[in-house]
């Protein structure tokens, strides 16, 4: 079956960076017709797509994170990446790795991804 394992995820000052790692397997990052996504979970707070990444290169972010975010792959790893700069108190949220996602529309709608990872905790402190 698919596992997705993120990491990288910990504790950081307002400005700081972080990566986020998620190694599959049983799932090819770089096949095609495929999307995979970064998703976070704030307290209290429904879980919002962050980033989007599909085959054929085409990348999508949601607002806030525009210019701070870089979603990208490995494939030689197999493994999609998050880079986070310039973190926010906001940013603070469990960060979940997705895949199996529509590649005509690679959204970042929960309900279209059909695999997940455990999540990784990040948390930015002012």
């Known amino acids: 079956q698919v596992q997705l394992v993120e990491s990288g995820g910990g504790s950081v000052q307002a400005g700081g960076s972080l990566r986020l790692s998620c190694a599959a397997s049983?799932?090819?990052?770089?096949?095609?017709?495929?999307?995979m996504a970064w998703f976070r979970q704030a307290p209290g707070k429904e879980r919002e797509g962050v980033a989007t990444?599909?085959?054929?290169?085409?990348?999508g972010y949601t607002d806030s994170v525009k210019g701070r975010f870089t979603i990208s792959k490995d494939n030689a790893k197999n493994t999609l990446y998050l880079q986070m700069n310039s973190l926010e108190p906001d940013d603070t949220a469990m960060y979940y790795c997705?895949?199996?996602?529509?590649?005509?529309?690679?959204?970042?709608?929960?309900?279209?991804?059909?695999?997940w990872g455990q999540g990784t905790q990040v948390t930015v402190s002012s």
């Open positions: 990444i599909n085959s054929g290169g085409p990348t």
């Open positions: 049983r799932y090819g990052v770089s096949a095609a017709n495929n999307c």
């Open positions: 997705a895949a199996g996602g529509d590649p005509y529309r690679c959204s970042p709608a929960r309900t279209d991804y059909n695999y």
